[in-house]
């Protein structure tokens, strides 16, 4: 039910921008929580956007990438993708990215890890300066 497959992560200078994809099994016409959190060696694991599947693709995002990240999904087929894009990206995004989500939630704690019970592998981003 919660499969999770990121992918997109790579290396890219200072302003550049990347799009990563998490591939669900999770089913297009459902309610779902399903967010992207990354994690930097060293520091705790932050929350970074989430989108409510169904019912208007609500989203959320953390302070620090308004206006420069966005969450979007994609229901063309049976399953949700979801993907990220992120442009003007700064040295301090660096971090491995995980896609997660919560099968049939309301996002009633976006960006809080704890929320979710199914998490991809990660994929790494890493930005140059």
């Known amino acids: 039910q919660g499969q999770l497959v990121e992918s997109g992560g790579g290396s890219v200078q200072a302003g550049g921008s990347l799009r990563l994809s998490c591939a669900t099994s999770?089913?297009?016409?459902?309610?779902?929580?399903i967010g992207w959190f990354r994690q930097a060696p060293g520091r705790e694991r932050e929350g970074v956007t989430a989108?409510?599947?169904?019912?208007?693709?609500?989203?959320?995002?953390a302070d620090s990438v308004k206006g420069r990240f966005t969450i979007s999904q994609d229901n063309a087929k049976n399953t949700v993708t979801v993907y990220l894009q992120m442009n003007s990206l700064k040295p301090a995004d660096t971090a491995m990215y995980y896609c997660a989500a919560v099968p049939g939630g309301y996002c009633s704690r976006p960006l809080s890890g704890d929320y979710y019970n199914y998490w991809g592998q990660g994929t790494q981003v890493t930005v140059s300066s």
């Open positions: 999770l089913t297009s016409y459902g309610m779902n929580c």
């Open positions: 989108i409510r599947t169904g019912g208007g693709g609500t989203t959320f995002y």
